[in-house]
């Protein structure tokens, strides 16, 4: 059987975007999938079959802490959460990076700063061909390089509202996009700019997913494997519990161990957890790395509301998701403390409705669903929720996750939710009728709506209060690290994917420099260090 040097287990934006980091150093690396390839299938742009239908969601039950089941809505597949994801990348802001005072309390401070990560943020930029355009919004965070591409331009519809909104003296911005996407010569555009985008698997493959733009430029090296349909169940450790030892993955059904010098976990904030947890031995009784009890606490998705304003006029646009707005970001307009992140998420299509309650459409009972969804204006608010430690992820003998949650800032919330209503009369809209939109949130439950999930094992300087040092190594462990969202101590407010990406880079370049991989081999990888 093969000793790898590493093995990375999932292959979404964290474990992806490592896989990519690590390929060109030579270094015998495997990547290790619980899901398969996403089907490109005609199914892929079906808001029916994607939004009503859940084709690509798990099949997973978990549990709230009263024991009620639930069905979350998580991707099992190589690229993971990206395959389905809007693609807004953002950065996290300087601020974010310290102790940053919130209306139910204090979001902690991260173990490394902003500038730390920085370099990485634009590597991860490049790597995921980010279009951007800086200097326009207020809050945006110092960098060292222009975006790699232009700005996604807003249609008609969205370059009013932007107007708009300027008019009334905010500072609306172009939100950062990872498409593919050649707006100076369409011909040769791998994005062909499409409604199909935000919550669908990308049938052209133009989406800056971790499958497309790590796990498959991964692969062009030889050194590079991929196991799909593989579920790694635990870790087992050597007999002082220092150092991981081996990786049991069950197999189409059958078991296996896998050995590395490092073990990258790399499932996502709840699997990650579950993982190290269903890992417990003798050295370990509470779980692997978890002698601080933090392993699957602090768990975070933001207080996340998608909503939905009418436009006077119809609203025509294709590709919705190109304007932020950032105003309220550190404080509101008649308060000290954060609101939230505004930005536009996927135009609405009337399938997408299906299923959700009558009274949502009773302002215009005259009005069809289609009607509704040729007028609405989509909106994604995302408001911090603070990491409490009563807020976790436990696991039962069969590996069934618990969630137990209680939100947190739920006054900023409803604020940037009220802010943005009193707005609508001014942005060309009716008055008064900011509408939840449950096809994004899938559920009116919201901790089923994990997308945006983090913190489970949070990385930080004090043993005792964290899981993984500052290179997100287990702080019991010598050889075991992790590389996704659950490292976040706190998760801002603005989407994690590029945070994990660049902090999945910093890792990478640490592993290269634990493995002595050449300068030669760090400089192909593009490594910092
Ligand atoms: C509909 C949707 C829209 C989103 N939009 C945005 C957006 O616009 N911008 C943004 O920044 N973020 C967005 N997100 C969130 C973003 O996709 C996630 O934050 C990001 O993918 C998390 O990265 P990760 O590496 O932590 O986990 P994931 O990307 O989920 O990767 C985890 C991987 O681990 C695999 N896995 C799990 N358990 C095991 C196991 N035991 N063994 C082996 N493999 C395992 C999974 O199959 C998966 O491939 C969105 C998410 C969704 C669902
Ligand atoms: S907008 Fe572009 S990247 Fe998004 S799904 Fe359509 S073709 Fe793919």
């Not at 498959?216 to 579920?231: G, S």
């Not at 909503?307 to 304007?323: D, G, H, I, M, R």
């Not at 707005?325 to 509101?332: A, P, T, V």
């Not at 969630?403 to 943005?420: C, G, H, M, S, V």
């Amino acid at each position: 059987m093969t000793h790898y040097d590493v093995i990375i287990l999932g292959t979404g934006a964290g474990g992806g975007t490592l896989a990519r980091h690590l390929a060109p150093s030579g270094k015998r690396v495997l990547m290790v999938e619980r899901g398969g390839w996403l089907p490109r299938e005609p199914q892929n742009i079906s808001a029916d079959e994607v939004f009503v239908r859940n084709r690509y969601v798990s099949p997973d039950t978990w549990r709230y802490e009263n024991g009620q089941e639930f069905a979350p809505q998580i991707h099992y597949c190589v690229g993971g959460a990206t395959k389905l994801y809007g693609a807004a990348l953002y950065r996290l802001r300087t601020e974010d990076f310290g102790e940053l005072r919130h209306h139910d309390g204090v979001s902690p401070a991260w173990p490394i700063t902003y500038d730390e990560l920085e370099p990485y943020y634009t590597l991860a930029e490049q790597l995921y061909c980010v279009h951007g355009a800086r200097g326009e919004d207020p809050t945006e965070p110092p960098a060292s390089a222009p975006y790699p591409f232009p700005a996604v331009s807003h249609e008609p519809r969205i370059q009013k509202l932007s107007d708009d909104l300027e008019a009334l003296g905010h500072h609306p911005f172009h939100a950062p996009c990872g498409v593919m996407l050649n707006e100076r010569d369409m011909a040769y555009s791998a994005c062909m700019r499409c409604s199909n985008c935000d919550g669908f698997p990308c049938i052209v493959h133009a989406k800056s997913d971790a499958e497309v733009l790590g796990v498959r430029p991964a692969l062009e090296h030889d050194n590079v494997e991929l196991m799909v349909d593989a579920e790694a169940v635990r870790l087992t450790t050597d007999p002082a519990g220092a150092s991981v030892a081996g990786v049991v993955i069950n197999h189409g059904g059958t078991q296996e161990t896998l050995t590395a010098d490092f073990v990258v976990v790399a499932c996502g904030a709840a699997n990650s957890a579950r993982l190290l947890l269903m890992s417990a031995n003798d050295r370990h009784p509470n779980g692997l790395a978890n002698g601080s009890d933090q392993v699957g606490r602090n768990y975070m998705f933001h207080n996340s509301q998608a909503v939905l304003a009418l436009s006077l006029e119809e609203n025509p646009t294709v590709f919705q998701k190109t304007l932020g707005l950032n105003d309220f970001y550190l404080k509101g307009p008649d308060v000290d403390y954060p609101l939230g992140n505004i930005q536009m998420v996927g135009k609405s299509q009337a399938p997408m409705f299906r299923g959700e309650k009558p009274a949502e459409t009773r302002f215009a009972p005259t009005w069809s669903l289609e009607e509704v969804a040729r007028h609405a204006v989509d909106f994604w608010l995302s408001t911090e929720d603070l990491p409490r430690p009563d807020n976790r992820v436990t696991v039962d003998e069969k590996g069934t996750i618990t969630i137990a949650y209680q939100a947190t800032n739920n006054e900023p919330k409803d604020r940037l939710f009220e802010q943005l209503k009193s707005m609508l009369g001014d942005l060309g809209m009716h008055h008064h009728h900011l509408l939840p939109h449950h096809a994004y949130l899938k559920n009116e439950i919201p901790v089923a709506g994990c997308a945006h999930q983090a913190g489970t094992c949070r990385f930080g300087r004090d043993p005792a209060t964290s899981v993984l040092d500052v290179n997100c190594k287990a702080h019991e462990l010598d050889n075991l690290y992790v590389a996704d969202t659950s490292v976040f101590p706190s998760i801002g407010a603005v989407n994690p994917a590029l945070t994990a990406m660049a902090n999945a880079l910093r890792v990478g370049d640490h592993l290269l420099e634990r493995m002595g991989a050449s300068s030669s081999a760090r400089a192909s990888a593009g490594a910092l260090l």
